[in-house]
């Protein structure tokens, strides 16, 4: 062993590497925690942190690495409590909101034990103490309204804007950007991936990724490869015609890895032909090494390394999350079934990246620019919406109008999608409060159609998360009835229908289009959506957004619904290449939406 080797830069790793013992290098390949991996200090190497994602951090989960600090600071072993995080879930989730926002309120825990309760409290000051200058990581609005602006160059604003938060919460790996294809709009993740065209998603990837690590945060690039539907997530097996793989599939990963230069990419849970994806040297050594020349780690998904002595030897260097037992690993060593060099060489490829993060080279725990992000997050909505009809002028709505408002959901907006995406932000404009600072208090009423108004807004909002899939992409019964009452008294009265669409991402309209006057989709638009959505609808800004997947008029105009989500754990990919548009023109020969955009507002300029 190497006296006296230490990690100080990238030209010191393969002595660093050396310097390690066996149980050393076992432990370092997997997490210590939910999300944080585990220091060897007498070498130099720090712990560092990875967290999602793509459209801001997820706050939630850095309180699993704060939890254990204050369980040791109260002495507490996480086995003399409940578990933590069930104790947390006690005080339900506007409980744990309080909880994040400092406001512990008393009445919430006072049904717990007396432990429980003291637990909660020190945890909350714990969080206090943990958030940055500024509070709560912002919500920006998640890929699929990324990809809906056509604009790279923003896109990568938006990845500066979110790694600069990472850096603040101390976060060094952003789980994200998820590039999966849009291969059928009914997958509960779709609203977090950029498109069903793979050009159009490698193009936004690459910005992403290069405004990500322009602040020296390592991008993610996930789920390699093919992470298409959430039903049977872990262990689902696609069946894809190889030309399918490489013109639809990985083309956005490739750009990544070549183009945008990605120090991270996460392998998935499903498999691809037989192989799980963390599992399979096809993928991450052939392929993403060999092909494409990756130079960066790559870490499973949260507990894809099904078999993790199998994944280290295809090229999964990282497994999360942890703590893993690292005798496994130090007995395949010693068994020959993992060669110590392949060890070394996944432990190498986490130094390369670890050299360049905030743990190694200094963290700056800078406060929130909350001006900057809130800008960014609303430049994004505005132009990843989409005006989809727009009928004698509807839009923009003059000024001096009295606006009416209807459906809840102008007061409670969807943000973002449930799951790792999800993002607990400081605030939320709804539509309601976007177009009362707009229009003025005065002149927007919620709830009542009165005489004098000169139109309707009706917002409508669709939701979905990672876990499930969506079942339908109609719009809640209620919904529908709202729209087409609404319009009717609206035709009765000679006044406009507006639609917005809250939604995470294509509803069937058929039922309705044609009864309203304007539809914009503002879709999940983050924390600003609301003045976005007002800048929109008075002219203020030119809407912009153009579709990043097709709006099948029904479901079943959808390529893959006859093999969606698949059946004794295989899904077959039947349409090949034919995914979203490329379907529709082929064999239809027309879309819906054919150019994924109205005419401009002519008092635009
Ligand atoms: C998700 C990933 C996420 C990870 C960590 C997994 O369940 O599939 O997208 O980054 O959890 O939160």
Not at 112 to 129: G, K, M, T
Not at 477 to 483: Q, R, Y
């Amino acid at each position: 062993m190497s006296k006296g080797a230490i990690l100080t830069d990238a030209s010191s790793i393969p002595e660093v590497v050396q310097a390690m013992t066996l149980e050393e290098k076992a432990r370092f390949v997997a997490g210590a925690r939910a999300f944080e991996t585990g220091p060897v200090d007498r070498l130099g190497i720090p712990a560092f942190v990875p967290a999602d994602g793509h459209n801001g951090i997820n706050f939630f989960q850095l309180l699993g690495n704060i939890i254990p600090k204050v369980l040791a600071k109260r002495g507490q072993s996480a086995g003399e409590l409940r578990d933590p995080f069930r104790t947390m879930s006690d005080v339900g989730m506007a409980g744990i909101g309080n909880l994040l926002a400092g406001n512990l309120d008393p009445s919430n825990i006072e049904s717990l034990s007396p432990e429980n309760a003291a637990f909660l409290r020190d945890l909350s000051q714990a969080v206090q103490e943990s958030l940055p200058e500024g509070g709560l990581p912002s919500c920006f609005p998640p890929g699929m309204v990324m990809g809906a602006t056509w604009n790279p160059e923003l896109v990568g604003e938006c990845g500066r804007a979110v790694a600069k938060e990472a850096k603040a919460f101390g976060v060094d790996v952003l789980l994200g950007p998820n590039v999966n294809i849009h291969r059928d709009p009914l997958c509960g993740r779709a609203f977090e991936s950029y498109s069903e065209d793979p050009y159009l998603a490698s193009q936004t990837v690459i910005d992403y990724v290069k405004g990500v690590q322009g602040e020296g945060i390592a991008a993610d690039v996930k789920h390699y490869a093919a992470n298409n539907q959430e039903y049977m997530r872990q262990g689902i097996d696609e069946v894809i015609p190889e030309r399918a793989l490489r013109e639809i599939y990985l083309p956005a990963f490739k750009a990544a890895v070549q183009e945008g230069g990605c120090w991270t990419v996460m392998s998935a849970y499903n498999k691809i032909n037989g192989e799980d994806c963390a599992l399979s040297k096809r993928l991450l050594t052939d392929i993403l090494r060999g092909e494409w020349g990756f130079a960066g780690f790559v870490v499973s998904d949260w507990g894809a390394a099904y078999d993790r002595i199998q994944a280290l030897n295809a090229g999964n260097d990282l497994e999360m999350p942890g703590p893993q037992n690292p005798q496994e690993v130090i007995d395949a060593v010693e068994r020959g079934e993992l060669g110590e060099t392949t060890l070394d060489e996944r432990v190498s490829n986490i130094l390369g990246v670890l050299v360049k993060l905030p743990a190694f080279t200094g963290r700056e725990r800078a406060a929130i620019d909350r001006a900057y992000s809130s800008q960014v997050a609303r430049r994004v909505a505005v132009e990843g919406a989409v005006l989809l009809k727009n009928e004698d002028g509807a839009l923009p709505i003059e000024e001096g109008s009295v606006i009416a408002v209807v459906g809840e959901n102008a007061k409670n907006p969807i943000a973002t999608g449930g799951g790792s995406a999800g993002v607990v932000s400081p605030y939320m404009v709804s539509l309601l409060e976007g177009l009362e600072a707009r229009f003025g208090a005065d002149a927007v009423r919620f709830g009542e159609i009165p005489a004098n108004a000169s139109c309707v807004v009706i917002s409508v909002g669709v939701t979905s998360s990672e876990g499930s899939d969506r079942a339908s992409l109609a719009l809640a019964d209620e919904d529908t009835a709202l729209i087409l009452e609404t319009a009717e008294t609206c035709r009765r009265r000679r006044i406009k229908t507006i639609v917005v669409l809250n939604v995470c991402g294509p509803v069937e309209m058929h039922g309705w289009i044609d009864e309203v006057d304007a539809v914009l989709i503002i879709w999940l638009g983050g924390m600003e959506l609301g003045h976005a959505a007002a800048a929109l609808l008075s002219g203020d800004e030119n809407p912009s957004g153009k579709l990043p997947l097709t709006f099948p008029r029904r479901y079943q105009d959808t390529p893959s619904c006859l093999n969606f989500p698949g059946e004794f754990g295989r899904v077959v990919y039947g349409e090949g290449i034919y995914v979203g548009y490329r379907y529709l023109l082929k064999i239809l020969g027309r879309t819906s939406f054919p150019r994924a955009r109205i005419r401009v507002f002519a008092n635009v300029t």
